[in-house]
C-alpha cells in the first residue's frame, strides 16, 4: 500500500477500519470475538507432538524498562517469609515453615496483552466508550478481564528474521503487508480468519546476546509498517503478537502522531494485541519442523479494571 | 486410611512418599516430571467444543486476604496514566492517548500455584535443597519459573459438593481418599497418571454467596484428609487443585503441625499444587454435559524465584 | 457563627476568605507564608524543658485504613535483607551482615500533612492553579515539597476533650469557633497570628482503648464546624491539626458537599492541615504542667508532586 | 591513629568501644541516649535567626539507586486519586474533588537513618540483642520507631569541602580524625558531647553538578577513616550524618570486610547514623555567617520495626 502516514491517513484508517457496533454496542473484546468456538477445536488439533513453548520473559529487576513511557519500572519481587526464617526458628510458632512472597511489576513492563481500553483516539476508547471512563480507579470499561477465556485458539509464527535469513531486523527496519504474506508463502503456512499471528523481528534476541535491553522499552524498534492495520483487518485475524515492545515501526513513519498504527488497530478495531513475547525457542523448533502453525494459550490474569496482563503464552504443538 | 495425624506420621509419610532423586538430583519441579508429551497430545483430544472457562478469581481490592498468614494483603492496581489524563490534554506533548497501569500483589494471595521452595521440612526444600536458599533475595532454587511450560495436560474435575448433593461442604468437613474415588465413579471418569486433578468443594462459592470471604484466606475450610498424601502418590498424579486457600482440611487434624499434609506433598513429593481455583462454571457445565474431563492450560507467569504465581487457568472442553 | 452549611455558603466563604493572591501569583505554601524567620524565633524560646513529644503514629498494618477514600490501605513494610539471612551465611559473599527494607503507603493514611493541592474547588486549586496540572504523574504544582523547610513554629494544643471533661468527644459532635476560645482561655494560652494549632477530640484514644478503629478513617468522627474555616482566617494561622482523618464534624452540617470545610480552606485560604496526629501524651503532659505552648517541628517528606506527606511531628517543650 | 584495617582491627575497635549495656539492657536507641533535656534546651537557644533549612533530597524517580545493594530502587509515587478525574466530573458522585497518592520506597534509598538493627556483627545486633530476631516480619528489635522522639539536638557542621578549599572530595579520598578536629577548628566550632555531627564532602553536589548520581549509591564515595569509630566513642557524640551513601570512605581501607566502619558503629556503639543528606544551601549559609552550629530537628517516621526511615531533618539557625 501506498500511505501517506500522518493524522490524516490515521483519520481515513479509523473510519474504514472501524469495528465499533460489529460485535454489538456492548462489546469489551473486539476481534477476539472472530474466534469460534469451532476454531477452538480446529487449533487443538495441532497439537501433535506434546510439545509447549513459554513465551513469557522472566518477571525480574533485569527487565527491559528503564522509566520510559510515563515511569514504567522492572517488577519488584519481595519475600514476605524465607528459608532463612525457617532455619532460625522464627516460624517454629506457627507450626509450619514456609516462604511467602509479594510482586510489584507495571502491567505491561514484560511481556503482556494490551487491553482494548489502553489507547485512546480523541476522546473516545473501543467501540464508543468514553475515555473517561478509564480514570484513577481503573477502567470500568475495556479491562483486560473481559478476555479471561477468550485467549485460545490457532497460532502461526510469522519468522520474518528468518525469511530474510538474518539473525535480528535492526531497528527502524520496517516490515510491509507484502512481506508478511510473502514469509507465509515460504514458510508454508497460511494466515486464517481468527488467527494468533505472532510475529518475530529477532529484537529481544539482539538485546539478550548483546546484554543490554538498550531501548527496547520505548525506544526504537523494528516492526510492522502502519499498513498492518489493513492487512490485520483484511485477514480478519484474533491478535497480532511481536517479540518488540510496540508491534510497530520505531522511529515511526510520521512525527505527527506517537505509535500511529496503535492510533487505529487498538480504539478503532479493537485488535488484541500482544507485546514483548520470547519466540527463540518456538521460532527454532518451527524452522526444524517446518510446521509453523499451533495450538495457542495465553490466559490473561484477571486483573478487574487492567489496561493489560503479564502473560505467559503457551504455543504447543 | 486409618492414620493418627501428627509429627509421627508426617515423618512416615515424608520418608514413604519421597520423591527425592526420582527425576535426578537437580529436578526442579516435581510431579510435572510425570506428564509426557503425549499425555498433551492426549488431552488436547478433550477440546471437543471449543469451550474454554477460566479458573482465576478477579485481582482487586475485594479478594479473600485480610492479612492472615504473615500479612497477605488483596491485589493493589494504580494507574500510571489515564483517559481522564488524556481528556484533559495532559499527553498531547507526547502525541498519544492511553492508559497503563501497575499492580502489587501477593503471589500466593488469589488463585495461584505453590512453587516446590513454597514448604520446608526441618531445614529442607524438595529433593534435598538447602531451605538457605531460599532467603530475602527469592528462591535460588525451586522457583515457579521452573514451571513455564509445564503445566498442559488432562484435567479432571471432581465434583465433591455435587457428589453429596450439597451446595458446598462446611469448614472442618474432610475429605477421604474413598470418597474422592466414590466421586470419580459416580461422575464417570478416571483418574489417571498424569492428571491434573481439580476437587470442587463450593467454599468459594459460599462465600460469594455470603458476601464475605470470612475467614477464607488462613482459617477454616472444608478440605482433603492427611491421607489424601497417599493418593496422590498412587494415582501418579502431576497435580492437585481446589478452590480453597489450602487443599487441606482446617481445622487440620492435628495441632503438631499446622498444613501437616503440606509438610508431606511438598518437601517430600514435590507435588504441584493449585489453590483459591473459580470452579463454579465449570462444575455447572460438568454437570450438565456429564464430562469431567478437558484440556487444561494454567501457565503460570515466569516471575524469577517466586513461592508461586498468580494464574488463570484454562479448562478447555 | 449562624450559617447554613451548603454549596451557597461555600461559594460565599469561598470568596470571602480567598487568599489568591495574597502572597503572590506564584504562591504554592498558603498560610505557611504567614510565619516569619521572628516567629520561629520567638517559637524556640518556648522549648523549656528539652523534652520532646512524638506526634505521629505507628507506620504499619494495624493502622486505621479500611479501603474508604479510594482505596486507601495501611503501610506495608517489607524487608530486602534479613539477620535470618545473615546468620544462614547467605550475605557472606558480600562481607557485611545487614538488614534492609521497604515501605508502601498511603501518603495521606497515618499522621500527615495535606498538601496545598489535594482538593479543588470546581476546575481550580489553590491560588487558581488549573486542576488540570495534578494528573497521573503527580502534582506539577502545590505539591508537598514547597513546604519543605516551613512547618516549623510555634505550636499551641486546645484540649477540647479535656475542657470539656471528657474522655473523648463522641462521633458526629462538633466544635464551635466559641469553644475553641473558650478552651484557649480556660488553658491560659492565646491563639496568636502564625500558629500551628492542633486541636484534640480524644478520637483516636478511643478507637485505641476500643482496640478497633472503627470508621476512624473515610467515616464519622467529631471535628470542627464548617464555620472554623471563619475562626483560621482571623487567627491568620499558620496550620491546623487534629486526631481524626478529616479535622471537620462527621457526618457533615450538609450533604450538598462531601467535607464542606475541606471545599474552603485548601483551595480558596491555602490553610496547611495535618491529619491523624497522636495526642496522647502531649495532652496529658500539658495537662499536668499547665503549659499548652510548644515549639513544633513537623518537617514533611520531600516527596515531589505529592498530595501530603507521613510525618513525625514534634511537640518540644 | 595508625589502625591496620581489617578484621582485627573491627574485633579490637568492637570490644574497645563496646557500648553493650552502657545504657541497659533493653536499650533500643545507643548514642541518643546521650542527649539530655538540657542539651536539647541548649540547642533551642541556637534558633537565632529563624531560619530552616532542609537536608532532605527529593523523593522521585531521580533519586540515586540503581538496583546495587540488594536490589535497591528508587521512590515510586502514583496516584489514586487525580485533578483530571475531577474535570472530567469522575469524582462527582462522592461531592468532593480532590488528589490522593501513594508512595513505595527504599527505607535507605535517600536522606535516611539508620536503625541500630541496621547491621550485625557476626550473630549479634547491637547491645546483644539476637540477630534472628530481625526476620522477613521486621525488626522486633532495634527498629527505628524506639528513636520518635529522640532526633532532636545541636547541630553541627563540618565542611571538609570548603576546609580544603574544594568543591568536593573526590571517591576514595579519607577523612581523618585530625582533619575533622582541625576543621572544627578553624571553623570554630567546638564538637561537644550529644551533637548530632554532620559532615559535608562535596560528593552529592558533585553529582548533581555532572548530572548524574553514577556510583554515588553503593559504589565508591569520599568519607572517614575507619579511625572514625575512635573519635566518634570519645566525643561522645550522639550521631554522625554525612552527604554520602555510606559515611565512610570507598573503596574502604580493606578487602576483609566491606564497610568496616559500619561494622563497629553500629553493632558495638549504637551510633545513630544519617546518610545521603542536602547539605549545599546549609553550608554556604554556614560559611557566609560563620555559624557552623544550629538547632537540629530529624524526627524519623514511626516505622514499625524498620532499619531506618525516610527524612527531611531541618537545621534551624
Excluded at 198 to 226: H, K, L, N, S
Aim: net charge negative.
Amino acid at each position: 500500500m501506498d500511505i501517506k502516514v500522518g493524522l490524516a491517513a490515521i483519520e481515513e484508517a479509523s473510519k474504514t477500519l472501524s469495528n465499533w457496533g460489529r460485535w454489538g454496542k456492548d462489546d469489551q473484546i473486539g476481534t477476539l470475538n472472530i474466534v469460534t468456538p469451532e476454531d477452538v477445536v480446529e487449533a487443538a488439533k495441532l497439537i501433535r507432538r506434546g510439545k509447549a513453548f513459554s513465551l513469557g520473559i522472566p518477571l525480574d529487576r533485569d527487565g527491559p524498562q528503564t522509566g520510559l513511557f510515563g515511569g514504567r519500572f522492572n517488577p519488584i519481587h519481595q519475600m514476605l517469609a524465607t528459608g532463612t526464617d525457617a532455619i532460625a526458628g522464627q516460624q517454629d510458632w506457627n507450626r509450619v515453615r514456609y516462604a511467602d512472597d509479594t510482586l510489584m511489576l507495571c502491567v505491561q513492563g514484560a511481556t503482556h496483552w494490551d487491553a482494548l481500553g489502553h489507547i485512546f483516539y480523541q476522546t473516545k476508547a473501543y467501540n464508543g466508550h468514553d475515555a473517561r471512563l478509564i480514570d484513577s480507579r481503573g477502567l470500568s470499561v475495556l479491562g483486560i478481564e473481559h478476555s479471561r477465556d477468550r485467549m485460545n485458539g490457532r497460532g502461526v509464527l510469522l519468522d520474518i528474521a528468518r525469511h530474510r535469513g538474518i539473525d535480528w531486523l535492526a531497528d527502524g527496519e520496517a516490515i510491509s503487508n507484502d512481506e508478511l504474506d510473502a514469509c507465509a508463502k515460504a514458510q508454508g503456512v497460511e494466515i486464517r480468519r481468527a488467527d494468533f499471528v505472532i510475529i518475530r523481528t529477532g529484537q529481544m534476541e539482539r538485546c539478550m546476546a548483546e546484554g543490554e535491553w538498550g531501548g527496547y522499552a520505548g525506544g526504537d524498534a523494528p516492526g510492522v509498517r502502519f499498513e498492518n492495520c489493513y492487512w490485520c483487518h483484511d485477514k480478519n485475524i484474533a491478535a497480532i503478537c511481536t517479540d518488540t515492545w510496540g508491534v510497530e515501526v520505531r522511529p515511526n513513519e510520521t512525527t505527527e502522531a506517537n505509535q500511529p498504527w496503535h492510533w487505529v488497530v487498538i480504539p478503532a478495531m479493537g485488535l488484541c494485541m500482544g507485546e514483548i513475547f520470547h519466540l527463540k525457542e518456538l521460532a527454532e523448533d518451527c524452522a526444524k519442523d517446518g510446521t509453523y502453525e499451533f495450538f495457542f494459550c495465553g490466559p490473561p490474569l484477571v486483573i478487574t479494571g487492567a489496561t493489560g496482563s503479564p502473560i505467559n503464552p503457551q504455543a504447543i504443538k
